[in-house]
């Protein structure tokens, strides 16, 4: 019904810009693309309403990259290792820390040493489910978020050549890259797979189905009473589940929903420098650089306008670990997220997104009680489960390839 | 053809095989001697000199051009192999950077040949010197106000990548030899014979001639590779991603430095390196592309028993049947081609850097 009204919203912005004549270009030219880029699968299922929410099921593996228990191995030895990085101090469980829900329990994750990053770190247990990772959608498999993360200035900031050389020093990897890959020596792409790999072993299934899944599935006694009751409300008053729905408790679409600026852009010197850094890398006009006082997110994507302060729907399982929230770290409670959306999403200082223009007309003040709210706040624990742990493996260790009698003969050979 | 060029080389070579003056052919090599004075602009080297010493200026904010080049050893490194970036070694002996602004072809090997703005940004982002993406650089700078005043003094305007790139070279202009005994005139007796030897009997001239003493060309001396490169991993990882990046055949097998090897791809460059400038070698010992070499005693001792093992040496490399005497003379030639050490404020930034980086106030009313 609201996306309906959405539809129509589109639909007289588009008849306006055409009397609006030739000095709104621009603006036909966005309200004209705006509603043709919904696919029409797209306007079918939200004119049919959000998907009920559904238990997860298995976890999909592409074709090109099979699980394999010596390939899982070998990614999760990867995971742990901070030589896939830039200065050897910096892998992927560096941000992705299993006892802060394998993600970084700051606003912002914590970056390469000398920088910080500028977006909070989002966990990666269930990240096998998304067709799409990070906030603005920018990778489409794990496999090129672990690249590019491995090589992001303010992430791990490694090339591909100095960490391809580490590898091929340390022996269990070249043993175990001969086995699980076929190749003589580690090859960087190969690196990604089996990280990829390790990760979609990671998540909220079996042993760690979360309380929302069993109900879901018929075990009734899965949720309490309080959490039954912020369950309506997720699927009625609050209107969660025009987002949040299905499976994966994503609509695996961008949204402006509000959430505003971090105020620490106004306070710490650090995070203004990669704030200018990801203007800059993400391809902004310089207009676009001196003006930017926010992130833009699905903008620097797609360079439309309507997509400023856009980010994706993100999933809710495992988020009682994985505080704080938005992609910004703004909100480091439940409670404080709740709040934000009952007020249609303005921060109790008032604040809001910078692009109000852009902000969903689903996102509107909710009229929640107290005791509703609490509701809710019970509700969205019930899509943790037990927390997933598991020790660090030992890095394995560096060997020297040729040994002194090699180095002599090949002296004498000279 | 081929063959006649061949024919003329090997010539050449018996000729000077047979101890023939070589005095007598000095006068066809550039004459070593004073060096052109620069022109400096003091505003841009004063901001290059705080750039080098500045730690900001690499990935993880953790060494600066300093760190391999140490003022106190002739801007060279003071370990056989340079220390590299944190998390790999290096594999080379970093070069004095005094007279750096005088040569024609910089890196051992010779790779760059253009000029110090691409040497400078080669040092500045590859991954086992500095790692630096100079797009993070840039905005680190703008981030600090006495950068951003000292940009506008310089005349470069909002700092950037660019300006960067031209103020440490017009820094590195700074670093030049001053008065050395050899400039000034006032060399020892012991010194003046060495230098009658390095023209003639040791014929060190056909190769280091020229107001920097080399000819910038690349020849195989027959240095001995330094194993901790291999032995050590950290080293090694450096020089596979090097010899990886820079397309080498065979590079995981590789036990041997291939010097400019890397530019060509013949066989025949395989080993070569390019001469060093002498000036200033009182400081930036260990020597030779690998440090390999110790002392100053110990490259005459290298070159009088000519050169090292190598099926590819240089022909101009022979026994040079020098006395002790005449080796010592020779040394006290070297010596008398370093001048004052530049440690001083004039050439090394000693103030120190703001701890943190100060927030940019009103951030949300003022344009980035």
Known sequence: MRMKKLTLTLVAAAVAALFAGCQATAAKQESATAPAKMSAAKMAMKAAGPAPLAPLGKAPIPPDNKLTPEKVE??????????????????????????????????????????????????????????????????????KQAKSAAKGGVAGNGEDDIMEARLALIPEYKKRFKAVFGTEWPIIDDVWHAISAFERTMNTTGEYEVPLDKYLKGDKSALNEEQTRGMALFNGKAGCINCHNGELTTDLDFHNIGVPPNKRWEEDGLAQITFRFEQYAKGQTEKGYRAAKSDWGFYYRSKNKWDKGKFRTAPLRYIAYTAPYMHNGVFYTLEEVVDFYNRGGIDEEGRTTLFPENKSPLIKPLGLTDQEKEDLVAFLEAFSGPEIMMEKPEQPPYAPLFNMAELKAAQEAK | MGVRVTTGRT????????????????????????????????????????????????GDAAVSCATCHVPDKGYASKEALSPGYPGNGHFRNASSLINVAHKKVWNWDGRIGTNLNDMTREMLTEDYTMNMDMRIMQERIKQDPVYVQMFKDAGYGEPSNGSVRKAIPEYMKTLTSANSPFDKGKMSASAKNGMKLFKGKAGCIQCHNGPLLTDQKAHNTGVPENFDVFLDPMNHQAFIAFTMFQGIPNYMNLKRDPGYYNITLLDEDMGKFVTPSLRELKYSAPYMHNGMIKTLADVVNFYNQGGGKDSKKSDLLKPLKLSGKEKKDLVAFLEALSGNKLTSDKHVWKQPYPAEYEAIANWTEVPN
């Open chain 1, 74 to 143: 070998l990614g999760k030895l990867l995971f742990f290792d901070p030589r896939v990085g830039g200065d050897a101090s910096t892998g992927c469980s560096t941000c992705h820390e299993p006892e802060q829900g394998w993600a970084w329990a700051e606003d912002f994750s914590r970056g390469y040493p000398g920088t910080v990053h500028w977006r909070n770190s989002q966990s990666i247990i269930n990240s096998a489910y998304f067709p799409r990772q990070f906030w603005a959608g920018s990778a489409s498999s794990n496999e």
């Open chain 2, 11 to 58: 010539l050449l070579a018996a000729v000077m095989g047979f101890g023939v003056a070589l005095s007598a052919q000095a006068a066809e090599y550039p004459a070593i001697g004073k060096l052109p004075q620069l022109k400096i602009n003091n505003a841009k080297a004063e901001l290059g000199k705080r750039l080098f010493f500045d730690k900001r200026l690499s």
